[in-house]
């Protein structure tokens, strides 16, 4: 039985867990926000049983069926259980990154309107320090970890029962999510049963041969769980009823470290930029890696490099990488498998992970249309990607005029470059709004990541009257000059590079730079070649 054939509910995720006997063991690497008397280790029953006393909570703050939750508070995945715990009301949850800007913050919250913003004091505190109180837009405020002025604390609405579960119609809306926001302010996704647990959570729970979960698994995950990725991985990767899940919810490794030497994975997904902060680990001292058949990259492009560190950690025979590329409005479009095997073809041929893979047949088409006309172009050439999908959002909030804008009769606007070949493999080039007038900056920072071991990152900005700027970021924010040139000696002209710290770069909650802000601190001011209508 798999989540297509069976009407799952997001509300009684876990209670329909429980009832098919899971014996998964839950492992985090800290106690949940909302919990934290819980521990680090819990089970399925258990996770049930908190997801319904925190919708007693929510019912004794005046949470009624068809209000929209708002989450917004630092990094764990209770994102999960609370999301799960405001759906058993009938209401929709809407979970925002702590990452967002106390401004950025506030927009969204306006344009939710939610009847109860669940926030936790440093946050709340935060953004009240810096003139934005988000507690204003919202018709109550719950804080965890502690009191706050204009909030409730979990004692106040400790002890509510918890009505009978509802269950909403396949296609009304589930839960909102909003997408990265790296060219602006991010918009407001919302998605229904049928897109988010019976298309993307449904395809997920197969036993699909190398990437479909194992009873042995430990299965690892490390991303932002405010993503509307976390919804979908949990209920795909639980339903398999793994050994163990694994829970690790911050990138820096005096954390991450120990979880993953307590509880080695079989099978690990993160983000990039959290790939790379731990690549630096990755010394042949230690064996954190030393287990893991399948590494798994979705949320933003991700380096040959790191992608061959990875595997090479692995003790196994024949480790796997799978790179997934999608959007938050419509899961994933493409995936494509990279061997330890193909990166060595490839390193001195190509050395990017551009090449995006395939659709999966029967779920997922692409083509690539010019960017004038919006008509098919032939084979190979690049123009602005265009998807059709089942697992396509509802719309956006606030915002119904830009998410209609983006459909052109049933074909979706991603807002990426790429091609497409004759056997339906995806190239990516650009974000259209962040395109180069000559060649694709993505293309370009991969290989300076594989010539320059030395930076972290690297980010290229296009300048409408002058070339390119690369943003390089090392270790202690130098470079030399002489290597720089060597490296760049045969890439298209740019400017002199501008080197920072790792910490220099603005990111969004999954790790993606945040190219609008990074352009805005340079002072490179808001042109560029990319037109920006399809974002």
């Not at 429980?18 to 690497?29: C, D, E, M, N």
């Not at 204003?136 to 002890?159: F, K, M, N, S």
């Not at 230690?286 to 950690?313: I, K, Y």
Request: proline letters at 7%; aromatic letters at 6%; hydrophobic letters at 40%.
């Amino acid at each position: 039985m798999t989540l297509l054939s069976k009407p799952l509910h997001l509300g009684t995720l876990f209670d329909d867990l429980a009832a098919r006997g899971s014996t998964t063991a839950v492992r985090l690497s800290r106690p949940l926000d909302i919990a934290p008397e819980a521990g680090t280790e819990l089970d399925v029953p258990a996770a049930a049983d908190l997801v319904r006393r925190v919708s007693g909570w929510f019912a004794e703050a005046g949470v009624r069926p068809g209000d929209r939750v708002a989450i917004a508070k630092r990094n764990h995945w209770d994102y999960v259980l609370l999301a799960c715990a405001a759906a058993r009301l009938g209401a929709v949850p809407a979970s925002l990154s702590a990452h967002l800007s106390p401004e950025t913050l506030g927009i969204l919250l306006r344009r939710l309107e939610p009847a109860l913003l669940v926030t936790d004091t440093a946050l709340l505190e935060a953004a009240r320090g810096a003139g934005h109180d988000p507690s204003a837009h919202a018709a109550r405020t719950l804080a965890v970890g502690g009191r706050a002025e204009r909030a409730l604390c979990t004692d106040d609405v400790r002890g509510g029962s918890a009505p009978p579960p509802r269950r909403p119609h396949l296609d009304a809306p589930l839960a909102v999510m909003h997408t990265s926001g790296t060219t602006g302010v991010p918009k407001l996704a919302v998605h229904s049963t049928r897109t988010i647990l019976r298309r993307l959570a449904g395809f997920e729970s197969h036993r699909w041969p190398v990437l479909g979960s194992r009873r042995d698994d430990t299965v690892a995950s490390s991303f932002s769980y405010a993503h509307g990725r976390a919804l979908a991985w949990t209920a795909g990767v639980l339903w398999m009823f793994p050994a163990a899940v694994s829970l690790i919810t911050s990138p820096d490794w005096d954390e991450a470290g120990p979880a993953l030497r307590r509880h080695r994975p079989t099978t690990l997904e993160a983000q990039p930029s959290t790939l790379v902060r731990w690549q630096r680990h990755v010394d042949g001292k230690g064996d954190e890696f030393g287990r893991v058949r399948l590494f798994v990259s979705t949320f933003d492009a991700v380096h040959p490099s790191t992608v061959r560190t990875f595997l090479n950690a692995s003790r196994r025979r024949a480790p796997v990488w799978m790179q997934g590329w999608g959007q938050s409005e419509t899961g994933p479009l493409t995936f494509r498998f990279l061997t330890r095997r193909s990166l060595a073809r490839r390193q001195w041929v190509d050395p990017t992970t551009r090449n995006l893979g395939r659709p999966v047949p029967g779920r997922t088409r692409l083509r690539a249309v010019d960017t004038r006309t919006l008509r098919p172009l032939p084979a190979g050439e690049p123009g602005l990607l265009f998807c059709r999908t089942d697992a396509l959002c509802l719309g956006y909030v606030g915002e119904e005029g830009r998410w209609r804008s983006k459909l052109v009769g049933q074909w979706w606007s991603t807002g990426d470059i790429g091609s497409v070949d004759r056997t339906g493999a995806v190239r990516l080039v650009d974000r259209e709004v962040d395109s180069l007038s000559d060649g694709g900056c993505l293309e370009i920072e991969d290989v300076v990541d594989e010539r320059l071991p030395q930076a972290l990152d690297c980010v290229v900005l296009g300048v409408a009257d002058g070339p390119p700027v690369p943003v390089v970021a090392t270790e202690d924010g130098t470079l030399a000059p002489g290597v720089w040139k060597e490296a760049v000696v045969d890439l298209p002209t740019m400017a002199e590079p501008v080197v920072l710290t790792w910490g220099d770069l603005p990111r969004t909650g999954t790790g993606k730079v945040r190219r609008g802000a990074l352009r805005e601190s340079l002072g490179l001011g808001p042109d560029a070649p990319g037109k920006g209508r399809w974002t």
